[in-house]
T-cell receptor
Framework: GENVEQHPSTLSVQEGDSAVIKCTYS??????FPWYKQELGKRPQLIID?????GEKKDQRIAVTLNKTAKHFSLHITETQPEDSAVYFC???????????FGAGTRLFVKA | EAGVAQSPRYKIIEKRQSVAFWCNPI?????LYWYQQILGQGPKLLIQ????????DSQLPKDRFSAERLKGVDSTLKIQPAKLEDSAVYLC????????????FGPGTRLTVL
């Protein structure tokens, strides 16, 4: 079946450093790529997303890049802060949210 | 606008008992999703509704799980009978084509099966 692989599973960085999380998907019909942040005991919250007709999108310290040929997309967080510590999930749904598959998550620790 | 509402927030039951969860999506969102999130894992899609019709229930364990969205708004997810491995957080999400199909999640129901 279709799959989304996310790496690394755990990432520890020093405050102010950058963090990069990568996801690879297998469903060629996926055309929307959101990233969610989930703090302990809370719901997943959308932080940034990208659509298949765009290669890169940036929002302040957060950026997402997409390589449709290679079927992978990445989350980049610059100037990390302790409040960035959380679990981050990628997803790769088809049009209309159909067949949404989430990655297994990356636990990010930002050390002050 | 109000977000996705879910109840109850927590539920503890014994195995073989039944349980039901309720979800009220964001007003106007035609698409509703139920996910199961086991501790340490990503959300797993159980069922997706478009208005009151099912568009995907391929990962729903239909021998024990059922869901409905009779009037195309609120939805209920039921487990009967529950097993130990059903312990998880059950998340409801909704989306709208007009809002780019971004999925907005509710707070979830944490189920513990003893």
């Amino acid at each position: 079946g279709e799959n989304v692989e996310q790496h690394p599973s755990t990432l520890s960085v020093q405050e102010g450093d950058s963090a990069v999380i990568k996801c690879t998907y297998s469903d060629s019909a996926s055309n929307y790529f959101p990233w969610y942040k989930q703090e302990l005991g809370k719901r997943p919250q959308l932080i940034i997303d990208i659509r298949s007709n765009v290669g890169e999108k940036k929002d302040q310290r957060i950026a997402v890049t997409l390589n449709k040929t290679a079927k992978h997309f990445s989350l980049h967080i610059t100037e990390t802060q302790p409040e960035d510590s959380a679990v981050y999930f990628c997803a790769a749904p088809r049009t209309g949210g159909f067949k949404t598959i989430f990655g297994a998550g990356t636990r990010l620790f930002v050390k002050a | 606008e109000a977000g996705v509402a879910q109840s109850p927030r927590y539920k503890i039951i014994e195995k073989r008992q039944s349980v039901a969860f309720w979800c009220n999506p964001i007003s106007g969102h035609a698409t509703l999703y139920w996910y199961q999130q086991i501790l340490g894992q990503g959300p797993k899609l159980l069922i997706q509704f478009q208005n009151n019709g099912v568009v995907d229930d391929s990962q729903l364990p239909k021998d024990r799980f059922s869901a409905e969205r009779l009037k195309g708004v609120d939805s209920t997810l039921k487990i009967q009978p529950a097993k130990l491995e059903d312990s998880a957080v059950y998340l409801c999400a909704s989306s709208s084509r007009l809002a780019g199909n971004t999925q907005y999640f509710g707070p979830g129901t944490r189920l513990t099966v003893l």
